[in-house]
């Protein structure tokens, strides 16, 4: 069996989810792959059924009835990833704005560099993303600048949803503690593993925006994660990080 599985959470992702699952599957790394479909009404869920038959056993599917948040659904991904023995958890979008191939290069950080989390950044060699508008690449770049400073977590791109974790950090974090669901949610995991002190390494990547389907993110999801950094910093205060 592998031992590696990369998380997908989709939502209406019938334009880009079979592609995006043909190629993760044509890396030469032993790879599986688990969707966690929150009902999209497109049709999502069942054309992964249909690719299940066709990749007999690589691709696993958990259903959700309605659209509950994306930090929800990569919690339910990783003790779904854990229960089953994988010792390395990918998650990446559904809509090719992460190339699958750099999937090889997180792989190796972690295998070939020691490193218990490394993430796809689109920061740490200057501002790497395609097809954003100057807004919101300005409003990406420094909320991450904004959370590093509150924080003090030396991490370029702390809102990044690319990245592959040794099960040991998802052991140590109590999932069931996560309070954030939106952007927010990438924010708290990245602090609780370096609060942890295990070793992070940050790979460049090229973030290319989505070119089909539409875009989950809103004004309250910004605001969740502006806003709930603070109160992460604050309430780490008065929390012990023992590793």
Not at 70 to 95: P, Q, R, V
């Amino acid at each position: 069996m592998s031992k590696q599985i990369v998380i997908i959470p989709t939502y209406n992702e019938i334009e880009n989810i079979e592609g995006i699952i043909s190629e993760i599957l044509s890396l030469y790394i032993d790879i599986h792959i688990l969707i966690v479909d929150d009902g999209s009404p497109d049709g999502t869920a069942h054309k992964v059924k249909e690719m299940q038959k066709q990749f007999d056993g690589l691709i696993h599917l958990i259903e959700r009835s309605k659209k509950s948040g994306l930090g929800t659904a990569y919690i339910t991904g990783f003790k779904y990833a854990l229960a089953n023995g994988y010792d390395y958890i990918f998650e990446m979008d559904a809509d090719f704005s992460h190339n699958p191939r750099d999937l090889v290069r997180l792989f190796e950080a972690c295998t070939n560099e020691g490193n218990d989390l490394s993430i796809g950044s689109r920061y740490i060699t200057g501002v790497n993303v395609v097809n954003w508008p100057m807004n919101r690449v300005i409003m990406s770049y420094f909320a991450s600048m904004y959370v590093k400073f509150i924080t003090g977590m030396p991490i370029s791109d702390a809102t990044a949803g690319f990245k592959c974790y040794t099960r040991q950090v998802l052991e140590k974090i109590n999932l069931d503690s996560i309070r954030f669901v939106g952007y927010a949610f990438q924010i708290e995991m990245k602090f609780k593993a370096w609060r942890y002190n295990f070793k992070i390494k940050e790979v460049p990547i090229i973030f290319t925006d989505r070119t089909k389907g539409t875009s989950k993110m809103s004004t309250k999801i910004f605001a969740e994660a502006f806003f709930g950094v603070i109160k992460l910093k604050v309430m780490s205060l008065f929390q012990s990080y023992e590793n």
